[in-house]
């Protein structure tokens, strides 16, 4: 296992490098000069000159990238034009909020959409079968900021149950924290669980077509067992793959939703920084996400041997 | 004699096919089963045994299926019991096993798991507790190391243990009825053998009563005590097998068991011999001749010499050779024009991958083929192409070496085309069609339209578009009915007759094989053990195995069945798999008679052979 580990861990370092070289050329390929650029809108022509010197932006592009990735590899990201603080450090805060946003969308897109998915295939064609897939296909066309404001609209300023701005810590306290993240989540959650239950649905219903179905009913075993025991393990692949690929999804999903929340996290500093046109954080955080897509990814291939015995590394 | 412990009464069963229509497909049958008694249901595809077996099971699909009539177990009636307490019936009263072992188990749980979740579904037992039964259970089955063998997944099995496995699971809760649909037709004849043994022994041992469907003769003879015949969905004859076999009253009964191939039915003939045809409205019969003399003694249309096909198993990241598969291992032999050479043997033993490496659809190691003086192995791509005109293959599977996208005389035409043959093509289409038994005006339908023999009929015309002069056939029966099958074989003698052509025929199914060859090649692990004349093959068998896969075959006849074999655990093929500096050993053949070589074989066969 550990050996599989370590395989697949070298196996992402030319994903990276991919990812890397692209977003060292954001800078690049902008129109204009990147110490103009990097400097900022205020810079005295003399201030650009000392920055170009200082980050040695004269050199040749293929040394720059290799310095940079240096730096990168030692977890020096780049220092914000606009606060002109460590982009590690911006990225260290505002981790919390938005991996609170993720995993809870996770947990309750995956707890939600997998039975719907079930119910689906079980009753395939008839109401309760069509009912969930045009659900699905309304998450799909709704985008997350409108579902997003018509949740707030609702259940905070006409209902007033949950607060539609803002977040809070965990170590303030559970609950003030999973309150500030509901509605959240569940914006966020619409299109994850609309794309998780049909893939579960689909992947079900090849499923229970199969002979050991067929035995499993033999043997006696009960309705529930047949579905959720012997079908779902079997369908399972297909599914975590999706969730796998539809972590992109969170990522694009929770910028939009951190700025509709006014959430403090990584989508609301990533905003910022393309409106204010801060560069270094721009590609901190391109970086950052792309790794832990590719991290991701590497965890959905471990679970898929967890649940199909017959998949080996 | 005991009072019927499963007692079916008027069983309907109708599908919905769309809108408010339903199919009748079962109309109205009644029987019943005894305690210790086997009943075997016998029919040819779509005759509804299955569908019957499963409606008594309730385990058709309640939203498209009308079930009616009655179905008793003792004394409960089961098709108005409500759902739950029809599930504990499921499993703890009536057991069922199906034909496909190799898709029956749940590919991502253990055997044990599986062993164990039956035993607790219907009996209140602790898990440990179980585990032990379900070790019990693996031993009663005859299968060895159970204790570690229950930790495997069912992939580390093959066909037959996988079968075995699912006779166990059906045994967990002492059920009074099991229910065998078609549980040895995907088997080997030998590994049938051992699973209708085992099915006997434990029958004994449990007082079970069987409900045995199957659609082939040879097994119901050795296996069953009372015989249904079903025919579209009717029970149209019922008695004692013996009764049965002896004296037929339906047509159809007649012309099933004149479709059963039997060994031993062509002694004394040379030439292939025709099945009889049995006319099913009338129940006359035609009588079977020996096919005229076709072979040209002096025209070799194919010459095999030292053929070698290996496949490298590779592993770890720089995908190192570590074992090497020897599927086809320095086999020699001719095929005259107008001859069929028979390539029989088990599955895994290389008769496929020999067919497939003659055509160099499989790269072969080493060796030469050499097909109008020139060698295959060796050919450049265009020439190779040129020589495939000569050799065509047909396939076993109609259902699946028809594209469903092409229309039938687009199948045909392609290899027309693909040879620049555009002009008239679509009458030669016509031409071939009419040939296989089909009608020209058929070539604008779709493979779906079809019944599997029909299909059969446009593979062998597609085969047949460029005048090939061999045919390499692998299986091309085993996927069809009995009576089909005959109607099939009967067709390539024909064919065989008007144009002279040689057959390379590959089957496991030793009957066909006496039937449809003049010569007999024996396979097992990649290489020949015996070949000659099929008269002295069959007549006087030389080497142990061939003598074992004779023996292995059912005998369409109830009164040979006390002849009892021991339970051996399992008498699989041995492994073809051989690490990388592994030489095989030289062999020598013995002549036994003109024409008839039996390889000289070693002492493992001679203990063996003494285990059976």
Redo the contacts between chains.
């Keep these: 296992m550990a050996s599989i580990i370590l395989?697949r861990l070298l196996a992402t370092v030319p994903v990276m490098g991919v990812v890397a070289l692209f977003v060292f050329s954001l800078l690049h390929l902008s129109p204009g000069d990147p110490a103009t650029i990097l400097a900022g809108d205020q810079a005295s022509p003399a201030d650009v000159e000392r920055l170009r010197d200082a980050l040695g932006l004269d050199r040749a592009l293929p040394i720059q990238f290799l310095e940079w990735i240096w730096r990168v590899v030692q977890l020096d990201l780049g220092t914000s034009i606009f606060t002109g603080l460590p982009v590690t450090d911006l990225i260290v805060q505002r981790l919390e909020p938005t991996f609170s946003l993720m995993g809870l969308t996770l947990l309750f897109s995956v707890l939600t959409a997998v039975p719907l998915g079930v119910l689906a295939a079980w009753r395939a064609n008839t109401f309760s079968d069509r009912a969930i897939m045009a659900g699905a296909v309304l998450g799909f066309s709704v985008p997350v900021f409108v579902v997003g404001y018509i949740l707030a609209w609702v259940f905070s300023i006409k209902l007033g149950w949950l607060p539609a701005q803002g977040y809070r810590p965990i170590e303030n306290g559970f609950w003030p924290w999973l309150r500030n993240l509901i509605l959240p989540s569940m914006a966020l959650g619409f299109i994850y669980i609309a794309l998780i239950a049909r893939v579960t649905r689909a992947s079900m219903l090849e499923v229970l077509g199969?002979?050991?179905i067929?035995?499993?009913?033999?043997?006696?075993?009960?309705r529930r067992g047949v579905l959720f025991v012997?079908a779902l393990?079997?369908a399972a692949v297909p599914v975590v793959t999706i969730i796998g690929i539809g972590v992109a999804l969170l990522i694009s999903g929770a910028v939009v939703t951190e700025t509709v929340f006014a959430i403090p996290g990584l989508g609301t500093l990533v905003v910022d920084a393309i409106l204010r046109r801060d560069y270094p954080v721009i590609q901190g955080v391109i970086l950052f996400f792309s790794f832990v897509y590719v991290l991701i990814n590497l965890i959905v291939d471990l679970i898929y041997t967890v649940?199909?015995?017959?998949i080996r590394y | 004699m005991t009072s019927p412990i499963l007692n079916v009464e008027n069983l309907k069963v109708a599908f919905n096919v769309g809108d408010d229509r339903w199919r009748q497909i079962v109309h109205g049958i009644s029987f019943n089963v005894r305690e210790k008694e086997t009943v075997a249901i016998v029919g040819e595809s779509g005759s509804g045994k299955s569908v019957s077996a499963m409606a008594l099971m309730r385990l058709l699909p309640e939203q498209s299926t009308r079930v009616s009539g009655s179905v008793r177990l003792a004394d409960k009636e089961l098709l108005t019991l409500h759902e739950e307490q029809m599930r504990r019936v499921r499993g703890d009263d009536i057991a069922m096993i199906f034909q496909e072992p190799m898709t029956s188990l749940n590919p991502v749980f253990t055997v044990g798991f599986q062993l164990v979740e039956a035993i607790r579904l219907h009996r209140d037992i602790s898990r440990a507790d179980a585990r032990m039964e379900a070790k019990k259970l693996l031993e009663k089955v005859r299968i060895s190391d159970a204790d570690t063998r229950l930790d495997d997944y069912p992939d580390a099995f093959s066909g037959g243990m996988r079968q075995r496995v699912m006779i166990a699971m059906a045994l967990a809760c002492n059920p009074k009825v099991l229910i065998a649909d078609e549980p040895t037709t995907a088997l080997d004849v030998t590994i049938q053998a051992e699973i209708l043994d085992l099915i006997r022994t434990l029958q004994d041992e449990e007082r079970l009563a069987v409900l045995f469907i199957t659609h082939d003769m040879g097994v119901v003879a050795q296996i069953a005590d009372r015989t249904l015949v079903m025919y579209e969905g009717n029970i149209v004859e019922q008695g004692p097998t013996e009764r049965l076999f002896r004296s037929a009253e339906h047509p159809y009964t007649r012309a099933l068991l004149a479709a059963v191939p039997r060994l031993g039915e062509s002694a004394g003939h040379t030439r292939p011999m025709r099945f009889p045809v049995v006319d099913i409205e009338t129940g006359k019969v035609d009588s079977p001749g020996e096919s005229p003399d076709t072979v040209d003694d002096g025209r070799t249309v194919l010459e095999v010499v030292d053929l070698t096909t290996r496949y490298p198993i590779t592993s770890g990241v720089f995908n190192r050779v570590i074992l090497n598969v020897h599927a086809v291992e320095k086999i020699s032999f001719t095929l005259k024009a107008g001859e069929t050479l028979a390539l029989v043997g088990e599955s895994g033993c290389g008769k496929s991958t020999t067919g497939r490496s003659i055509l160099r659809l499989t790269q072969p190691t080493s060796g030469s083929v050499i097909v109008n003086g020139n060698d295959i192995v060796s050919l450049g791509p265009k020439q190779l192409r040129e020589a495939r005109r000569d050799m065509q293959m047909v396939f076993q599977d109609p259902f699946a070496s028809l594209n469903p996208r092409h229309t039938l005389g687009d199948a045909i035409k392609e290899p027309l085309y693909a040879h620049g043959f555009k002009k008239g093509a679509s009458d030669r289409v016509a031409d071939l069609l009419t040939r296989v038994g089909l009608t020209p005006d058929m070539s604008r339908r779709y493979p779906h339209e079809l019944s599997g023999g029909q299909r059969q009929r446009v593979c062998i015309a597609r085969a047949l578009a460029l005048e090939p002069k061999l045919i390499v056939a692998d299986e091309p029966v085993a996927a069809l009915d009995a009576s089909i099958k005959a109607k099939v074989v009967n067709l390539m003698l024909d064919l065989q007759a008007s144009m002279q052509l040689a057959y390379l025929f590959i089957s496991h199914d030793m009957a066909v094989v006496e039937r449809i060859s003049h010569r007999v090649a024996v396979m097992y692990l990649g290489e020949i053990v015996e070949i000659g004349p099929r008269s002295a093959v069959f007549g006087n068998p030389q080497h142990p195995y061939t003598k074992k896969l004779l023996s292995a075959v059912p005998e369409a006849d109830p009164s040979t069945r006390s002849k009892k074999r021991s339970l051996s655990t399992s008498t699989e093929l041995k492994s073809p798999f051989r690490s990388v500096d592994y030489r095989p050993p030289a062999r020598t053949y013995r002549t036994v008679s003109k024409g008839h070589q039996v390889q000289e074989w070693g002492e493992e066969w001679n203990k063996e052979f003494y285990c059976m």
């Design positions: 395989r199969q002979d050991y067929r035995t499993a009913k033999a043997k006696g075993v009960s012997h393990k079997n649940f199909d015995p017959r």
